[in-house]
């Protein structure tokens, strides 16, 4: 799988288009667990960064919904 790098601007401007779509009267955790299960699926390898979210999102954010 060929890793595409963005840029800190791209990355920033995705980052206010998603959060000008907030919307803080809903639930929203159910669209952010999306994007935790994206992630991970979409990665080949699993580095010691991304198994310590994967396990910070398991046992410090889900047992909160």
Not at 12 to 22: C, D, L, S, T
Not at 37 to 60: A, H, M, P, Q, R
């Amino acid at each position: 799988m060929p890793l595409t790098l963005k840029s800190h601007s791209e990355i920033f401007k995705q980052i206010f288009e998603i959060a000008n779509q907030f919307n803080k009267d809903q639930e929203n955790y159910l669209l952010a667990y999306s994007y935790f299960l994206n992630f991970f699926k979409s990665s080949e390898t699993l580095t010691l960064d991304d198994i310590v979210i994967g396990i910070s999102f398991t046992y410090s954010w889900m047992p909160t919904i």
